[in-house]
């Protein structure tokens, strides 16, 4: 899943792994000179969860939280 929050443009597609989602996000910037997305950003992997939408709703908290606390 991907949105914006706050300047940011957030990807928190989750992996999939034999059964397992596996929660991570990246986070992008737009350049201001030539307005290309620059990561910012990578979680890493931030546990694993029983299903696709519990990992993205894990990623998107972690991601929101980074942005409050890095954004300007």
């Keep these: 899943m991907q949105f914006d929050y706050k300047?940011?443009?957030?990807?928190?597609?989750?992996?999939?792994?034999?059964?397992?989602?596996y929660a991570r996000?990246?986070?992008f910037?737009?350049?201001?000179a030539g307005g290309e997305?620059?990561?910012?950003?990578?979680?890493?992997d931030l546990g694993?969860?029983?299903s696709d939408a519990d990992a993205i709703e894990?990623?998107?908290r972690w991601?929101?939280?980074?942005?409050?606390h890095n954004g300007a």
């Design 7 to 21: 300047g940011f443009h957030i990807d928190t597609s989750p992996l999939d792994e034999g059964g397992r989602y």
């Design 25 to 27: 996000a990246k986070i």
């Design 29 to 32: 910037r737009r350049d201001p």
């Design 37 to 44: 997305a620059i990561e910012v950003k990578y979680s890493g």
């Design 48 to 50: 694993d969860y029983p």
């Design 58 to 60: 894990a990623a998107q």
């Design 63 to 68: 991601a929101i939280q980074w942005c409050d």
